[in-house]
């Protein structure tokens, strides 16, 4: 089985409410089907997935993390994500 890379890129933004609105749109996810994928993730700022991204992610967002920089720029620190049939197969959905 394919795994892609858990180290997603670190994910930038030019404000915060940007950032916010990606996490909240990922906790609106969880909400109603009990998980994101990574696949969520990557369309929601604009990259390309794959089907495979389709099989990972989060059942929670409170490991998501936002950083400011001086800069004025934000990143939003992505936590490893899990395969989603082990996170149903061990009841954390």
Same mark, same amino acid.
């Given at each position: ?6 180290d +997603?890129l670190? %994910?930038?933004?030019?404000?915060? *409410? #940007?950032?916010?609105?990606v ?16 696949s969520d +993730?990557m369309e %929601?700022?604009?990259?390309?997935? *794959? #089907?495979?991204h389709?099989?990972?992610g989060w059942t929670?967002?409170?490991e ?20 989603l049939?082990q996170?149903?197969?061990?009841g954390?959905?």
């Open positions: 089985m394919y795994y892609p890379d858990n +997603l670190p %994910i930038f933004f030019d404000t915060r *409410s #940007e950032t916010d609105n996490l909240d749109h990922l906790t609106e996810q969880i909400g109603r089907k009990g998980h994101a994928t990574v +993730l %929601i700022v604009g990259l390309k997935s *794959s #089907e495979v389709e099989h990972f929670s967002t409170s998501f993390d936002v950083v400011a920089h001086k800069n004025g720029t934000y990143e939003l620190h992505v936590p490893n994500f899990q395969h049939y996170l149903m197969k061990n954390q959905e």
